[in-house]
């Protein structure tokens, strides 16, 4: 189509010298730009900017040197959020604050030490990435879609906080919070990971700790077998007289039961929903092993009999 040419053309005549020929032999790119202006569009409806606009911006996010591969996995959606807001968009701005408001509010309850409410932080944190400085674009221009937008934003909001303090506290010495200071993310490739690590360390091994105390002292001990002591199924099944099949069934069952009550325990404690549950899960894997193992340094306990 001859608007899809057209970006094309646009697109590569804001691209450096380097990077232009590796995006010129791309036979799909055409499709490609159009097919990330659409899926935005559709994730997130249509904002004011036009499309000349959003692409200009993948343009501009684009590093020197870049490869079509990494080009293909930028966060088209979060991009085109970005790309609105740095505009003014008052419906991107709504957007914004829908989608990432609990997470600057938690940013700020758990500052612990800044003397300020969640409405005035939020408002800071609008003036720090929707209005532009002398010579300069809004900061939220500078996100380059390379991450998710979220993680984006809660490294900015924990960031800016412990600017507060530092301003605040003068030649002073600096009274962060240590939990406040641990959530923030180092420069890695994924920020969300640190983040989820640092911040959800403490509450993660409480949750533990609570689910493992409410599974029944069978279920313990049957974890405490295969991962304290490395019985295998069939070890545990002569252990209880059972078949091999049974045993699996009731380790499954014990590893199922801990996680349940885990995932109740943190949900309840940091009042987030199944998707963010997932991604603490996926990103304290490492940690779990080592956690449960610490759980299970304890007797065996005495089991009821069976009814």
Known sequence: MADDARLRTLFLGLLDDETRPTFEADETLEVR??????TAEAALGTFKITGDDYISHLAGVVPSGCTTEAFAKLRA????????CAAGDDHA??????????????????????????DEFRQLLRNKLFVPRPGKRPKIADYAGRGD???????????????????????????VD????????????????E??????????????????????????NLLRHQVLHGLNIDQ?????????????????????????ETRKALMNRLRVGSGEFLSIMRVVGGDLDVSVRRLLVSDIEAEPPKS
Not at 77 to 84: E, K, N, Q, V
Not at 156 to 173: H, K, P, Q, W, Y
Request: charged share 30%; glycine share 4%; aromatic share 8%.
């Open 195 to 220: 983040y989820i690590q640092r911040v959800y360390k403490t509450e993660f091994k409480d949750a533990l700790q609570d689910g493992f105390a409410a599974l029944t002292p069978r279920e313990r």
């Open 93 to 118: 701005l709504v957007a914004f604050d829908t989608e990432f408001g609990r997470d600057i509010d938690l940013a700020i309850a758990r500052s612990g030490n800044v003397d300020l409410s969640k």
């Open 236 to 260: 545990v099944g002569a252990l209880y007289h059972v078949h091999r099949t049974t045993a699996f069934r009731w380790i499954e069952k014990a590893r199922k039961s801990l996680l349940r």
């Open 33 to 38: 730009l159009a097919s990330m202006l659409e």
């Open 178 to 193: 240590s939990d406040m200071l641990s959530s923030i993310p180092a420069q890695t490739d994924d920020p969300e990971l």
């Open 149 to 175: 937008l979220r993680s984006w934003v809660r490294v900015t909001a924990l960031r800016m906080i412990v600017d507060i303090v530092r301003s605040r506290a003068g030649d002073r010495e600096i009274p």
């Open 77 to 84: 959606g979060d991009l085109y959020l970005a790309c609105a």
